[in-house]
């Protein structure tokens, strides 16, 4: 029974209806309150446009807190079970490639050249605000992408530099190749 009762924690049912309705209501609360404010456009009294948007602002976090109960812990382990499962297959170590590795260290360290002009140099690059946005967020993807593109070696190799007592440690394949180099 016990065994059964692991499976079961590791790899839950489905819950159903109560799944589906608990994240309809939990990304309808998200839109409570834009709505609230476009709805009171249409109203000319200035009291009654204040209550529409408060009515609709109150709504919004008991909306959340409802689909919370709505949702229980079944469907809280589902959801977790399929987010473990997810973030395992992007997470998890492996070794890419020569060429992977370095189309992930070039989109790694692109973003940092135009980060530089645009603070040292903006003049360089148009005072169009929509377009300076729209950079940077694009060099900003591109660094998240080049993270996975890397491989899940490399986030071994990140988490490595925030932790004092990490060391550096060599296979003997690259001593070897170090060492005919050096010759």
Sequence with gaps: MKENQTTSILNPPNPGARLYLGLA???????????????????????????????????APLMKISSVAILGKPSY?????????????????????????NIGLFL?????????IMAYAPQ?????????????ISFDAI???SLFVLGGDFWDKLKALFSFTAKVTFSD????????KNR
């Design 25 to 59: 209501i939990f990304v309808l609360s998200f839109f409570m309150l834009p709505t609230g404010i476009f709805l009171q456009k249409f109203v000319i009294h200035h009291a009654l446009k204040h209550i529409i948007v408060g009515i609709f602002w109150l709504t």
């Design 173 to 180: 394949e690259d001593q070897q190749d170090s060492d005919f």
């Design 77 to 101: 382990l589902y959801i977790k079970s399929i987010f473990r499962h997810r973030i395992v297959k992007v997470i998890k170590p492996y070794h890419a490639s020569r060429l992977r590795y």
């Design 143 to 145: 660094f998240i992408i």
């Design 108 to 116: 790694f360290c692109l973003p940092l050249i135009p980060t530089y």
């Design 124 to 136: 360089i690059f148009t005072t169009n605000f929509y377009t300076r946005i729209i950079l940077n």
